[in-house]
């Protein structure tokens, strides 16, 4: 077996790629509310302002669309900004620069320039954040030509992309979710570059192909361990990168299975499930041997109270549920 | 002006349930009683308390996540305000909103909020509807001396300054964004003076000290009914706890918090009343008392009460 290092809590995955990249390039700076003393309001920058100094690690004012704005104009003089946004909500604020400006100045410069900034953010529920702290707001950005999406779940993938991200030239969105900085998982010692566009199998299997991310792929291992148990055999696919796609690795997947179920914590209604499900019916029909499914949120702002919160969120039951009909 | 003293121990009693709001909730919160994030405004009842004395009933306030004491303050029952944070059916919200998104229509409560700087202009546009409709109202947005870096807080004083709008700019000054100092997120050191930007008055006032922070509302609030326009106000106060339950006050000392708590609003108002003859020690005692009561009160009502259950989508829209 090879090393499987030690476990570390997602936090420190993503402490531990921010600092080997701010040690191995210089030019690799960071910004954001509370993100020095404070060390983020998850921590994940815990430490970094002490080891790198104030100017590579900077509190910036509740100015997120100058956060972000910034962030495009230091990117575009060779600068790597990772800036964090203190919540994916807040992403709204700095849409501007991130939708109207890093992922389009490359097109609009006719290629001349280039955006290699990096815009993490905590998003997603299930912490009683309430409606303006608990958005899935991925598709969003997925929609924008520019711009690549990344969401990891596992502690070590989010340390190998998003140190792939600080390396890439283009603009990257990165989403963490919220209630997972504390999930623990193994990383190795080793530096390790996990490709940005690539999915990862995170379960073989032969009879329905599950494809989840973020916080969410945990119900989806969940559901495939129960339904183990009722003798159905699910290979879990976690994209990671949800734009751009990687489709073949789903459609490997399909060619075994033939039954394909979607799930993610954002609600239905034009997510990303939506989009994976119509390039899998328009061009690769043939694979299907039934109607795909998608699980998700029930489309509404996230409610405070638990039990409606968890009414409104998929879990590993919802998931079971959708996969014994598609196997049916 | 001649106070009267039942006046001013109203002023006392409403400072004291805040206070004993939200010391019950940081005492829930440690037990994990209550979900989520919540942020306590321990130490600025008097912002509250004083500005809200200044309006007419029908006057609306807004207010960022810091708002039970703005809540509290404008007439929000107690009972049912602990009901939202305990995520019940009774909740003004009936559970949906929680600690950072209060609403009550009914007392002229226009929403707390969990997007700093994002009521600036939502209360500036409910001046907007005051004055297309005559209504005589007047608004107070509340916001922190951190939401004054956002971009929504100078579009809006910026419009709400040119349309000559009946609103007052309240910032609660407490000198820190989270763990922000204000010399660390803000280029001036006095929020009043970027009222000039706007064309506006910009007014410091001692945020501890009740009564002025009542007369700066007053003016402001009368200058904005007659059609003069908006106010900057600047409240230097201080929050005693950390800014929400997981803070450990790392960028700040225990000398700063210990001068801060001698400036407790709540004890110096209290001895002026005292020491003005306006109330005995035993009515002072009295009315905390009946704070405190009102507060366990409160605490039972909501733990007692149900639940919200069924379709979480629903009041997605109205019908
Ligand atoms: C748009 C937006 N950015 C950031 C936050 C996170 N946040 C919540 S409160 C806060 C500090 C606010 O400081 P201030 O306005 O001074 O209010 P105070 O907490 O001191 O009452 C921050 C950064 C937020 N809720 N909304
Ligand atoms: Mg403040």
């Known amino acids: ?328 | 002006m001649s106070e009267q003293p039942s006046v001013l121990l109203g002023y006392l009693r409403a400072m004291w349930v805040i206070r004993h709001f939200e010391e019950a909730l940081d005492d829930l919160f440690g037990r994990s009683l209550i979900r989520g994030t919540c942020h306590l405004c321990v130490g600025q009842e008097a912002a509250a308390v004083g500005a809200c004395a200044a309006l007419r009933a029908d006057d609306q306030i807004n207010s960022t996540h810091r708002g039970h004491g703005h809540f509290l303050a404008k007439g929000g029952d107690p009972r049912r305000v602990m009901a939202e944070l305990f995520g019940r059916a009774t909740g003004y919200a009936g559970g949906r909103g929680g600690s950072q998104h209060m609403a009550g229509w009914d007392i002229g409560f226009l929403g707390s909020n969990g997007i700093t700087g994002g009521g600036i202009p939502v209360a500036t546009g409910a001046a907007l509807s005051a004055k297309l409709q005559n209504t005589g109202r007047v608004v107070v947005s509340f916001f922190g001396d951190g939401a004054t870096a956002q971009g929504a807080f100078h579009e809006a004083l910026n419009m709400g300054s040119l349309w000559t709008l009946p609103i007052v700019y309240f910032c609660e000054n407490n000198l820190y964004a989270m763990s922000t100092p204000l010399r660390s997120h803000s280029a001036v050191s006095s929020i009043a003076e970027r009222a000039a930007a706007y064309g506006m008055p910009g007014v410091e006032v001692d945020g501890n000290d009740l009564l002025a922070v009542r007369d700066a509302v007053a003016t402001a609030a009368a200058r904005a009914r007659g059609g003069e326009g908006p106010t900057l106000i600047d409240c230097r106060t201080y929050r005693f706890l950390g800014h929400s339950k997981s803070d450990k006050r790392e960028y700040r000392t225990e000398e700063e918090e210990a001068a801060a708590r001698r400036r407790d609003p709540i004890l110096r108002f209290r001895a002026l009343l005292l020491e003005q003859g306006h109330a005995s020690e035993s009515e002072l005692a009295a009315v905390e008392e009946d704070a405190r009561n009102l507060i366990s009160e409160a605490v039972e009502f909501a733990q007692a009460s149900p639940l919200p259950e069924g379709d979480p989508s629903a009041k997605v829209y109205a019908p």
């Open chain 1, 1 to 328: 077996m090879t090393d499987r290092g030690r476990e570390v809590v997602f936090a420190q995955a993503i402490r531990t790629a921010l600092r080997e990249e701010m040690q191995r390039d210089e030019s690799v700076i960071l910004w954001g509310q509370d993100i020095g003393v404070y060390g983020g309001v998850y921590g994940a920058t815990t430490g970094l302002q002490r080891e790198f100094g104030e100017d590579r690690v900077r509190d910036a004012p509740i100015s997120e669309m100058a956060i972000a704005g910034v962030a495009v104009g230091a990117a575009l003089l060779g600068m790597r900004p990772v800036v964090e946004i203190m919540y994916a909500d807040f992403l709204m604020h700095a849409a501007d620069a991130i939708a109207n400006q890093a992922a389009k100045w490359r097109f609009m410069s006719g290629g001349q320039f280039k955006v290699p900034a990096v815009f993490r953010s905590p998003a997603g529920g299930g912490s009683g954040y309430a409606a303006q702290h608990s958005q899935n707001i991925e598709s969003w950005f997925c929609h924008i030509p520019g711009l690549k999406v990344v969401c990891p779940c596992m502690p070590r993938d989010a340390r190998g992309l998003l140190k792939s991200a600080i390396r890439d030239d283009n603009p990257v969105v990165f989403l963490e979710h919220k209630s997972h900085y504390t999930y623990r998982g193994p990383m190795p010692k080793e530096e390790e570059l996990l490709p940005l566009g690539k999915a990862d199998v995170k379960r073989e299997g032969t009879d329905v192909t599950l494809v989840s991310w973020s916080r969410n792929l945990l119900w989806a291992l969940e559901a495939a361990d129960k339904l183990r148990e009722e003798g159905v055999s699910i290979e879990v696919i976690d994209p990671m990168t949800l734009f751009p796609l990687d489709l073949d690795t789903i459609l490997e997947s399909l060619a075994k299975t033939g039954r394909l179920v979607v799930s993610h914590e954002a609600h239905a209604f034009c997510g990303v499930g939506a989009e994976i499900i119509a390039q899998v019916v328009e061009g690769h029909m043939d694979l299907l041997k039934a109607a795909p499914k998608r699980v998700s949120a029930v489309a509404c702002p996230l409610p405070y109270s638990e039990p409606l919160e968890k009414a409104a969120l998929p879990d590993a039951d919802d998931i079971a549920a959708a996969v014994r009909q598609v196997v049916r």
